[in-house]
């Protein structure tokens, strides 16, 4: 699937031609060894709705961008290191068919491809690529993930307190640590989680209290062996954070929130699950 294509011409030209639709805002993709084995339009479940993505799958690395001109200009690049990633094939809902999750140690997120088809092609070289590099890395499959976010109109009340109700001064918030859309008042705690932020993130009082008492227990341990381990701070956000009209913090904005109007259309006005319409090619 792999070997052939590698140090090949048009494998180049291809690479190339990703790096070109991304232009400066990408990073470089031309490494020694790589291939791009397939690439094409998912559906990405962001907070607010479902968005056109463009999604290039490299034997070591999965890509991910925003559209502004179909095949010619991509932003928001995302690059996700195979050897962490963990799929699981969703059912359907009434929105969204062919789902599945894409799962990392920093971020959980749904997509949906067109048709089963193409979401069985999708995981399966998806899958083979990730053996492959836990092969050649010697490292163990990850098994700690991030919680996808819920999304915003998934429910009108929090979804802890169930009392407050949403509203246009009453903003949802997301916990960090188990994805669910709640209020300010049961988010007003933050914590240090190393492996998703180096700052401090928005927690909801279930989530606070129990990585609060996992710190408490290891730092007991820690104690006990005569160890001194790097603590793990408790952060608490000042007064002024919170309130019905409170602005959106830096934490809260994510990569779906700052996309332009025409990342979120469908290029060329096509609908996404018509029959015939091909969205996703493999090389071979």
């Known amino acids: 699937m792999v070997d052939h294509l590698v140090n090949t011409e048009i494998n180049s030209q291809r690479i190339a031609a990703v790096e070109n639709c991304f232009g400066a805002s990408g990073q470089p993709l031309a490494l020694p060894g790589r291939v791009l084995l397939g690439e094409g339009i998912l559906t990405k479940e962001c907070r607010k709705k479902a ?95 991030a919680a996808p976010w819920i999304p915003d109109k998934a429910t009108d009340i929090c ?25 300010g008042d049961c988010s007003r705690e933050r914590f240090l989680m190393p492996r998703l932020s180096s700052k401090p993130l928005r927690v909801c009082a279930l989530c606070y209290r129990e990585l609060a008492a996992e710190k408490r227990k290891e730092e007991g341990e820690a104690e006990e062996d005569g160890q001194r381990r790097p603590p793990r701070g408790l952060a608490h956000p000042p007064a002024t954070t919170y309130g019905a009209s409170s602005g959106e913090d830096e934490s809260d904005k994510s990569d779906e929130d700052k996309d332009g109007g025409s990342a979120g ?17 493999f090389h071979s």
């Open 51 to 145: 968005k056109p993505r463009i999604f290039f799958l490299f034997n070591d690395i999965l890509v991910y961008g925003s559209i502004v001109i179909n095949k010619r200009k991509y932003s928001s690049q995302h690059i996700i290191p195979l050897e962490e990633v963990t799929l699981e094939t969703l059912p359907n809902t009434w929105q969204a068919k062919n789902r599945w999750m894409i799962k990392t140690s920093k971020k959980s997120f749904v997509v949906s491809a067109a048709s089963v088809s193409e979401r069985e092609e999708w995981i399966r070289h998806i899958e083979e690529c990730v053996r492959r590099q836990l092969r050649a890395t010697g490292r163990p499959p990850t098994t700690e993930h």
């Open 159 to 183: 979804m802890r307190c169930t009392q407050t109700k949403f509203s246009a001064l009453t903003r949802r918030h997301h916990c960090r640590k188990c994805g669910f859309v709640v209020c």
């Open 265 to 281: 259309s469908w290029p060329m006005g096509l609908e996404f699950y018509a029959s015939g319409v091909k969205w996703s090619s």
